[in-house]
């Protein structure tokens, strides 16, 4: 293997680090650039990242996003947000009505291009020897974190990532078989046999998080809506024909 795909096959998620550790601003801004390298449809760029450093900051984005410590700890706190400002803006500029405003398929564009921009962030914050993990928490309470971040409407919080110099060492977790994850030329439906050695192979790391096995924690986790009121949050920020 080479450089490149060892990196990616070591990826950990890192929950503690070493306090008080600044990034240097051009380890940061080459972050930054490798994160805006990642495709995105139609070259819309459809993201933004917002780098919250202060520590009183980092400290009320840890409360905003349910309470995770890692938010508080970490060297620097990228948000990265669906920002469909700069659209609304140009189509100011060309006379368009912006319509599509309050269509579904903006937050799947949204969703995978931040997805791709995150990646390439995390990838070159790991090949720069520091430790990342990703917070699907910012999600949690977008109307008070969109407040917090100054957010204009169009605009709404996703994902988070921490990166920092990691205090306790973390080990690969495990992943499911390819074969449950890969098909070719058609899906195939029959994984349980393929679930249920993943569940005896990652139970180590199931128990150190208190859950049996890796399908009840899935089971467990949609049970419920996880935030029940996304929907009218996201309508407020502009998006499913909110506003």
């Known amino acids: 293997m080479n450089d490149v795909l060892t990196l990616l096959r070591n990826h950990r998620s890192f929950r503690k680090y070493k306090k008080g550790v600044e990034i240097p601003e051009e380890k940061l801004d080459a972050i930054i650039r490798a994160a805006q390298a990642a495709p995105s449809w139609i070259n819309g760029q459809h993201y933004s990242i917002i780098a919250i450093k202060d520590q009183e900051r980092k400290n009320k984005m840890a409360e905003l996003c349910g309470n995770q410590p890692y938010i508080a700890e970490c060297s620097v706190f990228l948000c990265f947000v669906a920002d469909f400002h700069r659209v609304k803006v ?125 399908t009840e924690r899935l089971a467990k986790f949609y049970d419920r809506p996880y935030y029940p009121n996304l929907t009218e949050q996201i309508k407020e920020r502009g998006f499913l024909g909110g506003k």
């Open 90 to 214: 140009a189509s100011d500029m060309h006379g368009k009505s912006f319509q599509i405003a309050g269509e579904e398929d903006l937050l799947m564009v949204a969703a995978t291009d931040i997805g791709l921009c995150m990646q390439n962030a995390l990838t070159a914050a790991e090949s720069l020897d520091y430790g990342t993990i990703c917070i699907g928490g910012l999600r949690r309470n977008i109307t008070a974190t969109a407040e917090f971040l100054n957010l204009p409407e169009f605009v709404m919080p996703v994902v988070g990532l921490c990166i920092g110099v990691p205090d306790v060492e973390a080990p690969v977790k495990p992943r499911l078989p390819k074969e449950a994850v890969y098909f070719e030329e058609t899906y195939q439906t029959d994984v349980m046999p393929l679930l249920e050695a993943y569940d005896q192979e990652i139970i180590p790391f199931s128990e150190r998080e208190g859950f049996a096995s890796y």
